[in-house]
C-alpha cells in the first residue's frame, strides 16, 4: 500500500503540468500573503490553538497543494469552517484540559489527512456530490451566524457557555453589562476599515489592517482599557510525531474526522470547480484528494490545524491576477520571509483586529440572497431551512452531522417513493412515450409497457414492481406481456434481483410473459447470472422498447404447465 501511494504521488508530481513563472503570479502571491497570515493567526484562535497551528496549517496547505494539486486558482489553508468544527469537536471531547485539546487537535487533523488519503486512493473524488447543495448552503449560512455571534463575543470580552445559539444570544444579551466597549470599537473600526479596503482592488485590506494594529498595539495604552493582544508567537515547532491519545480518543476523533473530511472537501471542490468552470480549466477530484490528504496529514503531524480550499483565498487568488499554482508557491516564501522577520511584532495585534477579520472572511457567506432559488422554484426549501436550523439550534459539529443526514433522508425519500410511466406508441413509429404525457400514443394490443422514473434498488424495487402489477391489473385480462424499461437502472443489487425473481413468477401464475428493455450491460449480466426460470437472452433484451414490442409479438401464449414450471 505504501509503495503504491509513493508510485501515485511521483506520478502526480512528474505528470503534473509544468507551470512557468510569471509576474502576475509574482503579485498573486505576495498580496496573498497579506491575506493569509491574519486569517490562519486568526482562525487559530477562533479553534482554541496557538497562533503557530493556523502557520503550521498555512505552510503545510501551500507547499502540498502546490506540488500535487491541480487547480491553479486554488489556496489550500486553515479555513473559517474547519476551525468552527475543530473548536467545538476537541473542546467538548477534552473537557476544558488545554493539554489534552492539543492532542485532540492534532489527532483529529491527523485522521482527516489520513481519511483524504484513503479516498483518493479509492478514487471516490465524487463523493461529495451526494451533499446535497442546499444542504451546504445552508450549512456555510447558519455557520456564518455562529461564527459571527462568537467572534462578537469575543470582541466584546465575555465567553457565553452554550453551544447552542439561542441559548448562547441569551447569554451575551445578559452580559451586556461586562462587555469591552473599547475593545468594541476596536474590532468594530477594523471591520470598518476590511470593507473599505475590499472595494479597491488588489489592495491587501487584511495586511494593511494587522499592520494598523499592530501600531496600535504598540504606542496606544490598550491594556489599560483590557484589551488582549495575541502575546508571543514561537515556531519552534516540536518533531512530527503521533498525538498520545488513548483508544477511546482515537475512534471518537475518527467519528468527527469524517464530519471533518466531509467540510472541508465539500468547501474544497466547491472553490475549486467554480473557478475552473469559469477559465475552463480541467479538474482531477482524486488528485484533488491526495492532496488534500498529504495536506493535513503534515498538519497534523506538526500539531497544525485542518487545511482546505476556502472560497475567499481562492478568489482572492483568482481577482490577483494568477495564472497557475505558483503563486501559491510565491506566496508561502513571503509569508516564511514575513514570519521569520516579523514574529515579535505578530504578538502586539489586538484580538479584536483578529475577530474583525474572521467576521469580515465569513461575511460573503452571509447573504440572504441564497435562499431565493429554493423558494422561487418551489425547491427544497425544507432542505436548507433545515440545515440553518441544525447548526443554529444543535451546534457546530451536531448541526454538520444532521445537515448531512437530511439531505440523505432527502435522498433516501425521492428513491424510494418512485412510481412507474405506462409507455405507448406514438403516431404509429418506433418511439414510446408516457401516455400521459402525450395522449397521442397508444398502447400495443396484449402488450403493457412500464418505465420506472428511477434506478431499482433495494429500498424501492418491491415498492415500483408493485405498482407495476397494479397497472397490468388495470390494463385488462387481455394483456398477456408486460415489458419493463430498465433504463434508468445502470446496475442492480441482489435485493432487486430477488425481487425480479419473485415479481416474474408472480407474472408467470398469471399466465402472462415479462420481457426487459433497455437493460444495461451490468444489469443484463447479473440477471443472467442470477439464471431466473424463463428469462433468456432473447427476454432481457437491452434494445429498445420497440424491439422488445417485436420480440414480444413472436411469444407463444403461456399455458397453466409453463406456469407451473
Known amino acids: 500500500m505504501i509503495s503504491w501511494f509513493q508510485n501515485r504521488l511521483r506520478l502526480a508530481l512528474f505528470m503534473n503540468d509544468a507551470p512557468r513563472m510569471s509576474w502576475r503570479d509574482l503579485i498573486a502571491g505576495m498580496s496573498l500573503a497579506g491575506l493569509l497570515l491574519p486569517e490562519a493567526v486568526a482562525y487559530a484562535g477562533m479553534a482554541n490553538l496557538p497562533p503557530q497551528a493556523g502557520v503550521v496549517a498555512m505552510f503545510a496547505g501551500l507547499v502540498c497543494y502546490g506540488l500535487i494539486g491541480t487547480s491553479r486558482f486554488a489556496i489550500v489553508s486553515a479555513t473559517s469552517s474547519s476551525a468552527a468544527v475543530l473548536a467545538a469537536a476537541t473542546t467538548a471531547a477534552a473537557g476544558g484540559n488545554p493539554t489534552l485539546q492539543l492532542a485532540f487537535g492534532a489527532g483529529l487533523v491527523l485522521l482527516t489527512g489520513v481519511f483524504f488519503l484513503a479516498a483518493g486512493m479509492a478514487r471516490i473524488g465524487s463523493v461529495s456530490d451526494f451533499i446535497a447543495k442546499p444542504v451546504l448552503r445552508g450549512f456555510a449560512f447558519g455557520l456564518a451566524i455562529v461564527i459571527i455571534v462568537k467572534q462578537f463575543a469575543a470582541m466584546a470580552g465575555v465567553a457565553p457557555r452554550h453551544t447552542d445559539m439561542i441559548r448562547y444570544l441569551g447569554e451575551l444579551g445578559s452580559l451586556a453589562a461586562s462587555w469591552n466597549w473599547a475593545s468594541v470599537l476596536v474590532g468594530m473600526v477594523a471591520l470598518a476599515l476590511l470593507f473599505l479596503c475590499a472595494r479597491i482592488p488588489r489592495l491587501p485590506g487584511g495586511l494593511l489592517v494587522i499592520l494598523i494594529g499592530i501600531a496600535a498595539g504598540r504606542w496606544l495604552p490598550l491594556a489599560q482599557q483590557g484589551i488582549s493582544l495575541v502575546g508571543s508567537l514561537t515556531l519552534d515547532l516540536p518533531a512530527p510525531a503521533l498525538p498520545q491519545l488513548s483508544y477511546a480518543g482515537w475512534l471518537r476523533m475518527a467519528e468527527l474526522g469524517m464530519a471533518m473530511v466531509l467540510i472541508l472537501y465539500a468547501e474544497s471542490t466547491s472553490s475549486i470547480r467554480t473557478f475552473a468552470m469559469q477559465h475552463g480549466d480541467r479538474v482531477v477530484p482524486n488528485r484533488d484528494l491526495l492532496a488534500l490528504g498529504a495536506a493535513n496529514l503534515v498538519s497534523g503531524l506538526c500539531q497544525g490545524m485542518p487545511a482546505g480550499a476556502g472560497y475567499s483565498a481562492t478568489s482572492?487568488?483568482?481577482?490577483?491576477?494568477?495564472?497557475?499554482?505558483?503563486?501559491?508557491?510565491?506566496?508561502?516564501?513571503?509569508?516564511?520571509?514575513?514570519?521569520?522577520?516579523?514574529?515579535?511584532?505578530?504578538?502586539?495585534?489586538?484580538?479584536?483586529?483578529?475577530?474583525?477579520?474572521?467576521?469580515?472572511?465569513?461575511?460573503?457567506?452571509?447573504?440572504?440572497?441564497?435562499?431565493q432559488p429554493y423558494f422561487r422554484l418551489h425547491r427544497d426549501r425544507f432542505v436548507i431551512l433545515a440545515a440553518v436550523l441544525a447548526v443554529l439550534l444543535l451546534g457546530v459539529v451536531d448541526g454538520l452531522l444532521a445537515a448531512v443526514?437530511?439531505?440523505?433522508?432527502?435522498?433516501?425519500?425521492?428513491?424510494?417513493?418512485?412510481?412507474?410511466?405506462?409507455?405507448?406508441?406514438?403516431?404509429?413509429?418506433?418511439?414510446?412515450?408516457?401516455?400521459?404525457?402525450?395522449?397521442?400514443?397508444?398502447?400495443?394490443?396484449?402488450?403493457?409497457?412500464?418505465?420506472?422514473?428511477?434506478?431499482?434498488?433495494?429500498?424501492?424495487?418491491?415498492?415500483?414492481?408493485?405498482?407495476?402489477?397494479?397497472?397490468?391489473?388495470?390494463?385488462?385480462?387481455?394483456?398477456?406481456?408486460?415489458?419493463?424499461?430498465?433504463?434508468?437502472?445502470?446496475?442492480?443489487?441482489?435485493?432487486?434481483?430477488?425481487?425480479?425473481?419473485?415479481?416474474?413468477?408472480?407474472?408467470?401464475?398469471?399466465?402472462?410473459?415479462?420481457?426487459?428493455?433497455?437493460?444495461?450491460?451490468?444489469?443484463?449480466?447479473?440477471?443472467?447470472?442470477?439464471?431466473?426460470?424463463?428469462?433468456?437472452?432473447?427476454?432481457?433484451c437491452d434494445l429498445s422498447v420497440d424491439d422488445a414490442v417485436n420480440a414480444a409479438l413472436t411469444l407463444q401464449p403461456l399455458t397453466g404447465n409453463d406456469a407451473a414450471r
Open 316 to 371: 482572492a487568488n483568482e481577482a490577483s491576477g494568477a495564472v497557475s499554482r505558483l503563486a501559491g508557491g510565491i506566496a508561502a516564501l513571503t509569508l516564511l520571509l514575513i514570519v521569520l522577520a516579523c514574529l515579535p511584532a505578530i504578538a502586539l495585534i489586538p484580538q479584536p483586529v483578529l475577530a474583525a477579520i474572521v467576521i469580515h472572511a465569513v461575511s460573503h457567506t452571509l447573504r440572504p440572497s441564497v435562499f
Open 405 to 540: 443526514a437530511v439531505s440523505l433522508l432527502m435522498l433516501l425519500r425521492r428513491l424510494s417513493e418512485s412510481s412507474v410511466t405506462v409507455l405507448g406508441r406514438l403516431d404509429h413509429g418506433h418511439d414510446f412515450v408516457s401516455t400521459i404525457l402525450h395522449p397521442a400514443a397508444q398502447p400495443v394490443p396484449g402488450i403493457l409497457i412500464v418505465r420506472p422514473d428511477t434506478a431499482l434498488f433495494f429500498a424501492n424495487a418491491e415498492r415500483i414492481l408493485t405498482q407495476a402489477r397494479h397497472a397490468l391489473a388495470a390494463s385488462g385480462k387481455q394483456t398477456r406481456t408486460l415489458i419493463l424499461s430498465l433504463e434508468a437502472s445502470p446496475d442492480l443489487d441482489s435485493s432487486t434481483v430477488e425481487a425480479i425473481g419473485d415479481f416474474h413468477r408472480a407474472l408467470r401464475n398469471q399466465q402472462t410473459h415479462l420481457l426487459f428493455a433497455r437493460l444495461k450491460n451490468p444489469a443484463r449480466e447479473v440477471l443472467l447470472r442470477a439464471a431466473i426460470d424463463g428469462l433468456n437472452e432473447v427476454t432481457l
